[in-house]
């Protein structure tokens, strides 16, 4: 991944808590701008936990098409079981009023689970869609989704937003790693040098990647090896490129207490539009179906 240059200004431990977001099970049709994750437990080792199978939100979603021919293929397509990753990110893009939306299009599957999806926001100015795994084909917006007894578990959401002042989102922290204190610099290869902080129980690693913030927090008392997580993102990010922010992107990386399930929210800005990514899944599986984003 290509450096460039940083536009953060101010120490991170003045924003970060403005940037912490994320709930466990599926994720709401809003981004999250404060307050700790309600997870539950895991490490960075850990193919991390599905969350809560019930949305919280409605998945039904208009086909937003004029046309009665358009209506039906969308009809058809939302009723067909889709047994195949593409096909359901095709189904999903092939609903959306704003066809000029970005998808993810991969997806960390374990052999012999399928990809599922439900709409839960569909304008031309606001998309988020929730993302299921399991063990058999579903259709678009499968009410199984919604039922209160569902085991379906839920995989990631994702959501394009367009905002007035994006910038009043509160979702990316403002951060200097330019001129590192030794005692709080660590070495996270390539070139790449991280900034180590403790705060209310808390211990947290932040470096820039060009306009991406990278950082994990975790409880202090867990004494989780942070730089290992980083290393491995930093060693990723070598030979895989995320998407590429006009403006800033932040990768934010949060482990509950007893460092056993963790919660990743990437967020970038383009324009007035803000992508975001929530995942359960570790920060490696996150990073990977944010790369697959087009």
């Known amino acids: 991944m290509k450096k460039q240059s ?6 991170v431990t ?4 403005l940037a912490l977001a994320g709930c466990g099970g599926p994720d709401s049709n809003q981004p999250s701008t ?3 994750p309600s997870i539950t437990t895991g490490s960075e080792q850990t193919q991390s936990g599905s969350g809560n199978s019930a949305s919280s939100d409605d998945s039904s979603a208009s086909t937003g098409k ?3 021919a358009n209506s039906s293929t969308n009809e058809s397509t939302t009723h067909s079981e889709l047994s195949d990753v593409d096909e359901v990110v095709k189904a999903v893009r092939n609903e959306l009023k704003n066809q000029d939306v970005s998808l993810p299009t991969t997806f960390p599957l374990a052999k012999g689970q399928y990809l599922g999806a439900a ?6 100015d606001a998309s988020h869609v929730n993302f299921y795994t399991g063990d058999k084909p579903t259709t678009l917006n499968d009410p199984s989704f ?5 085991k379906t578990p839920w995989l990631a959401s994702y959501e394009v937003k367009t905002y007035e002042n994006p910038d009043q989102t509160e979702l990316f922290p403002q951060t ?3 001129n590192i204190p030794k005692d709080m610099s660590v070495d996270l290869g390539h070139g790449i040098k991280g900034m180590v902080e403790g705060a209310a129980g808390s211990q947290y690693l932040t470096w820039q990647e060009g306009r991406w913030t990278l950082q994990i927090r975790s409880v202090s008392e867990d004494q989780m090896n942070n730089p290992g997580i980083a290393k491995k993102m ?3 990010l070598e030979s895989h490129t995320l998407p590429a922010p006009k403006d800033k992107g932040f990768v934010n990386v949060q482990y509950a207490s007893g460092g056993k399930s963790v919660r990743v929210a990437i967020s970038w800005q383009d324009g007035k539009r803000i992508h975001q990514l929530k995942t359960d899944q570790v920060p490696l599986d996150a990073l990977g179906m944010v790369v697959s984003v087009k």
């Open 176 to 178: 200097d790693v330019q």
């Open 234 to 236: 930093v060693e990723y």
């Open 6 to 11: 940083i536009w953060m200004t101010i120490p």
């Open 14 to 17: 003045t924003a970060v808590v």
């Open 119 to 124: 709409i839960t926001t569909n304008t031309i």
């Open 34 to 36: 404060s307050g700790q």
């Open 66 to 68: 004029d046309s009665t």
């Open 146 to 150: 919604t039922k209160s007894n569902s």
